[in-house]
């Protein structure tokens, strides 16, 4: 079974400092795709970043970045000089061998003015 | 970008009765629809996949009799809860993904969402 976790049910981050949030996965594909979405208290979902797997070179998004390591199922983002914008639940979510996002648990992130 | 949209956004209705939700996306061909719930701070589980023209396919545990879906046209899918009861009271999403998009080309599109409470 494909498997998301996220390890971090809650995050805090000082506004203007730079916040990592993990996310591992399990799948036996090797060719995938790799997404964090953003869900704030709207709960409209927003796409945040993404990681092609065939892909060595680490995908950034303004202030967002991750973190990928292919041989140790990781993927994290991070979040460089946090504004209280940012704050929202964050989910990872893979497409493993079809078009289905696989979603994480989610972690809260609350911005500290 | 590609816009989806979702209606209703919050739709309260009784018990035993049943409620549609439309999604429909607004400026691309939609060739297959998703539709998730999502409790109160918990993350999003698929219920269903729609494939424009064919039957939906449904996750494990989803009652296919009970959660309606149709995807008759491109740009439409709808979701049915029949005979609703208040253990269905939830935050319904919908995605699509369009034509000429591969897997994980072009990221899904999500709708605003539903919020559904069963009386």
């Known amino acids: 079974a494909q498997t998301v976790t996220q390890s971090q049910p809650e995050m805090s981050v000082q506004e203007a400092e730079t916040v990592t949030l993990s996310c591992t996965y399990d799948t036996s594909e090797s060719d995938y795709y790799l997404f964090w979405y953003k869900q704030p208290p709207s709960r409209q979902m927003i796409l945040v970043i993404r990681q092609e797997a065939y892909k060595q070179q680490n995908a950034t998004e303004n202030r967002f970045s991750v973190n990928f390591q292919k041989a140790a199922k990781s993927f994290s983002l991070k979040i460089s000089d946090s504004q209280l914008g940012d704050a929202a639940m964050y989910f990872c979510?893979?497409?493993?061998?079809?078009?289905?996002?696989?979603f994480g648990t989610g972690t809260r992130l609350t911005i500290i003015p | 970008g590609a816009v989806v949209s979702q209606h209703p956004s919050r739709v309260i209705c009784k018990s035993g009765t049943s409620v549609k939700i439309e999604c429909r996306s607004l400026d691309f061909q939609a060739t297959t629809m998703f539709w998730y719930r999502q409790f109160p701070k918990q993350s999003l589980m698929l219920m269903a996949t729609s494939n424009e023209g064919s039957k939906a396919t449904y996750e494990q545990g989803v009652e296919k009799d009970k959660f309606l879906i149709n995807h008759a046209s491109l740009t439409l899918s709808t979701l049915t809860v029949t005979s609703a009861h208040p253990e269905d009271s939830s935050f319904y999403i919908c995605?699509?993904?369009?034509?000429?998009?591969?897997?994980?080309?072009?990221?899904?599109?999500f709708g605003n969402g539903t919020r559904l409470t069963v009386t």
């Open positions: 979510a893979p497409i493993f061998g079809n078009e289905k996002l696989t």
């Open positions: 995605s699509a993904s369009g034509v000429g998009r591969g897997r994980g080309n072009s990221p899904l599109h």
